[in-house]
């Protein structure tokens, strides 16, 4: 698993390496994604209807509704 780990980090660094400065390694994405866009638990907290139980709070941009 590691030579796997280090191999992907090799082709990122020789694909992306010149343009970018800070990386960052975030432990299951899509927990951020769903947690923090789709239903607003975490920050950032934006809510995405239909998805989202409880939209009450700070929306995304696009929401249009009551």
Request: aromatic fraction near 10%; charge should be positive; glycine fraction near 14%.
């Amino acid at each position: 698993m590691e030579r796997r780990l280090a191999f992907g980090t090799l082709l990122l660094m020789l694909e992306f390496g010149d343009r970018v400065l800070h990386w960052t390694t975030i432990n299951e994405a899509n927990i951020l994604a769903v947690g923090g866009y789709d239903n607003g638990l975490i920050p950032p907290k934006r809510c995405s209807p239909p998805f989202g139980f409880n939209c009450t709070g700070v929306r995304s941009a696009g929401f249009r509704g009551n």
